[in-house]
Protein backbone atom coordinates (compact mmCIF):
# COMPACT_ATOMS: atom_id res chain seq x y z
CA UNK A 1 0.00 0.00 0.00
CA UNK A 2 0.95 3.60 -0.96
CA UNK A 3 -0.20 6.74 0.49
CA UNK A 4 0.61 10.05 -1.45
CA UNK A 5 -0.17 13.24 -0.49
CA UNK A 6 -0.48 16.25 -2.82
CA UNK A 7 0.23 19.28 -0.98
CA UNK A 8 -0.84 21.89 -3.79
CA UNK A 9 -4.62 19.88 -4.77
CA UNK A 10 -5.17 18.46 -0.99
CA UNK A 11 -5.57 15.60 -2.51
CA UNK A 12 -4.83 12.16 -0.91
CA UNK A 13 -4.04 8.58 -3.59
CA UNK A 14 -3.52 5.97 -1.97
CA UNK A 15 -2.63 2.85 -4.29
CA UNK A 16 -3.78 -0.97 -2.90
CA UNK A 17 -2.48 -2.64 -5.53
CA UNK A 18 -0.64 -2.15 -8.94
CA UNK A 19 -4.13 -4.01 -11.10
CA UNK A 20 -5.48 -2.22 -13.96
CA UNK A 21 -8.12 -0.04 -13.46
CA UNK A 22 -11.36 -1.31 -14.83
CA UNK A 23 -13.45 1.87 -13.30
CA UNK A 24 -13.55 4.72 -11.17
CA UNK A 25 -16.58 4.93 -8.58
CA UNK A 26 -18.00 8.02 -6.93
CA UNK A 27 -18.15 7.37 -3.57
CA UNK A 28 -19.24 10.99 -2.66
CA UNK A 29 -18.12 14.24 -3.44
CA UNK A 30 -14.48 14.29 -2.65
CA UNK A 31 -13.77 10.28 -2.49
CA UNK A 32 -13.16 8.29 -5.47
CA UNK A 33 -12.39 4.45 -5.67
CA UNK A 34 -10.97 2.38 -8.61
CA UNK A 35 -11.73 -0.94 -9.12
CA UNK A 36 -10.71 -4.00 -11.23
CA UNK A 37 -12.12 -6.16 -13.37
CA UNK A 38 -12.85 -8.46 -10.59
CA UNK A 39 -14.09 -5.07 -8.29
CA UNK A 40 -11.71 -5.59 -6.12
CA UNK A 41 -10.33 -2.13 -5.18
CA UNK A 42 -7.04 -1.17 -6.62
CA UNK A 43 -7.07 2.79 -5.20
CA UNK A 44 -8.80 5.26 -3.25
CA UNK A 45 -8.65 9.09 -4.42
CA UNK A 46 -9.29 11.59 -1.21
CA UNK A 47 -9.91 15.41 -2.82
CA UNK A 48 -10.14 18.04 0.23
CA UNK A 49 -8.01 15.42 1.68
CA UNK A 50 -7.21 17.54 5.55
CA UNK A 51 -10.69 18.75 5.10
CA UNK A 52 -12.47 15.65 4.23
CA UNK A 53 -10.40 12.91 4.89
CA UNK A 54 -8.92 13.82 8.55
CA UNK A 55 -5.61 13.06 7.09
CA UNK A 56 -4.00 15.95 9.58
CA UNK A 57 -2.29 12.62 11.27
CA UNK A 58 -1.62 8.84 10.22
CA UNK A 59 -1.63 6.49 12.77
CA UNK A 60 -0.80 2.23 11.47
CA UNK A 61 -1.94 -0.24 13.82
CA UNK A 62 -1.77 -4.25 13.51
CA UNK A 63 -3.85 -5.59 15.13
CA UNK A 64 -3.88 -9.46 16.82
CA UNK A 65 -6.69 -11.71 15.94
CA UNK A 66 -7.41 -11.07 19.79
CA UNK A 67 -8.20 -8.00 19.30
CA UNK A 68 -10.23 -7.77 16.29
Do not use: C, W
Not at 5 to 34: C, G, H, M, Q, W
Amino acid sequence: MTIRYFRDTDTALIDFTENPVAETKEISENVYIDVDDHGNIVSMTIEHAKESGGLEELVYREMSQETA
